[in-house]
């Protein structure tokens, strides 16, 4: 069960794995997104203002909607889950001192659902010094390994690949976090196929300032958060009147570059790209047409859900008492099995 940025809605794969000498396999049997109400749009969006009681309520209550959702899934789909997977949706992520908060108390999941779930993925990696992010990548690594590169389009782009035997990933700018908060200025959930940018103009003077951004100089391990864009990114934004279309293109031009500069251990690499970004026609027209590298988008299943399907895959790992979060990733002093177990 996985909730992004976006907030569009909970996504919730049933998924099979099997391992054997050759590795890894998988197959996605089920999967959906359950949209939220407006209200809890609402609530999760301004969850990070809440003072500590307020909060540990919303945990509580939005675990109660995670289970309900998990359960009607589950009948639905007729099916019996060895156990529930959850990521939960983020309030805090400030790995730099050591902060970071998924929602969806996990108790009230498996009390709900009356089976086993693994929660809270992050937090171990960030108490061993680490970013806590990106998680994806073990999943890259294990299930996607014929990819030179394995990128996900979702509210912010990150990347990973095999380099020196380790697997280094990153976030490396916002995508749908950004684009669809200007969309909403004109009442719109999102830009699609990125119709809006394409009817826009490059402005010079804001491209070059977001690309002058401090981060894109950083080496990793590095991740993004909310907290980050609302700081260094929406400033420079603010700064510009100009058409939502001209503001969607020079972003669009942006991201299509800083994504362009994370193809270089393998310029002409093959690269999986995933996530709702992967929808944006205009953007993917945009990256082909800077890069060398050839885009893959895989069928729709994968597309949408790949991060879910991870997620479920981190349990696995977890419930094997196996690695699941790679220190060469996240900067940790060790590698370890992130996650809680909790039974009903």
Not at 193 to 207: V, Y
């Amino acid at each position: 069960m996985m909730s992004g940025t976006s907030l569009d809605g909970v996504d919730i794969a049933h998924c099979h794995f099997t391992k054997s000498n050759k590795g890894w396999g998988f197959q996605i049997d089920h999967a959906e997104t359950f949209p939220y109400e407006i209200q809890w749009v609402q609530r999760l969006q301004n969850a990070f203002k809440l003072n500590v009681d307020d909060l540990l309520e919303l945990d509580k209550q939005y675990g109660i909607l995670l289970g309900e959702l998990a359960e009607e899934f589950i009948l639905k789909h007729n099916i019996l889950p060895d156990f529930i997977s959850s990521h939960g949706h983020t309030v805090y992520h400030q790995p730099e001192i050591k902060k970071t908060l998924q929602i969806g108390d996990g108790i009230e999941i498996a009390h709900q659902t009356k089976l086993r779930v693994v929660n809270d993925f992050r937090s171990l990696d960030v108490s061993l010094e680490g970013q806590g992010a990106p998680l994806v990548p073990i999943g890259d690594r294990y299930l996607f390994s014929e990819f030179d590169y394995c990128l996900n389009l979702g509210g912010f782009a990150n990347i990973s690949f095999e380099k020196g035997g380790n697997r280094i990933a990153y976030d490396i700018c916002p995508v749908n976090i950004i684009l669809n908060a200007i969309c909403k200025r004109i009442n719109k959930q999102y830009d699609e196929d990125g119709l809006l940018a394409a009817g826009g103009r490059i402005n010079q003077k804001l491209l070059a300032e977001l690309n002058n951004i401090s981060y894109y100089k950083n080496l990793p391990p590095k991740s993004l958060s909310r907290e980050w864009v609302e700081t260094n990114f929406d400033p420079i934004i603010d700064k510009y009147i100009i058409s939502i279309n001209d503001l969607l293109r020079t972003l669009i031009e942006h991201i299509a570059a800083q994504i362009r500069k994370s193809f270089s251990n393998k310029p002409k690499g093959v690269v999986l790209v995933t996530g709702g970004g992967a929808h944006n026609s205009y953007l993917i027209e945009q990256l082909q047409r800077k890069s060398i590298s050839t885009i893959k988008i895989p069928e729709e299943k994968i597309t949408d859900y790949k991060e879910a399907l991870i997620f479920a895959f981190l349990g696995v790992l977890k419930m094997r008492d196996e690695v699941n979060c790679l220190k060469s990733v996240t900067g940790a002093v060790r590698d370890s099995s992130g996650g809680v177990i909790i039974y009903p």
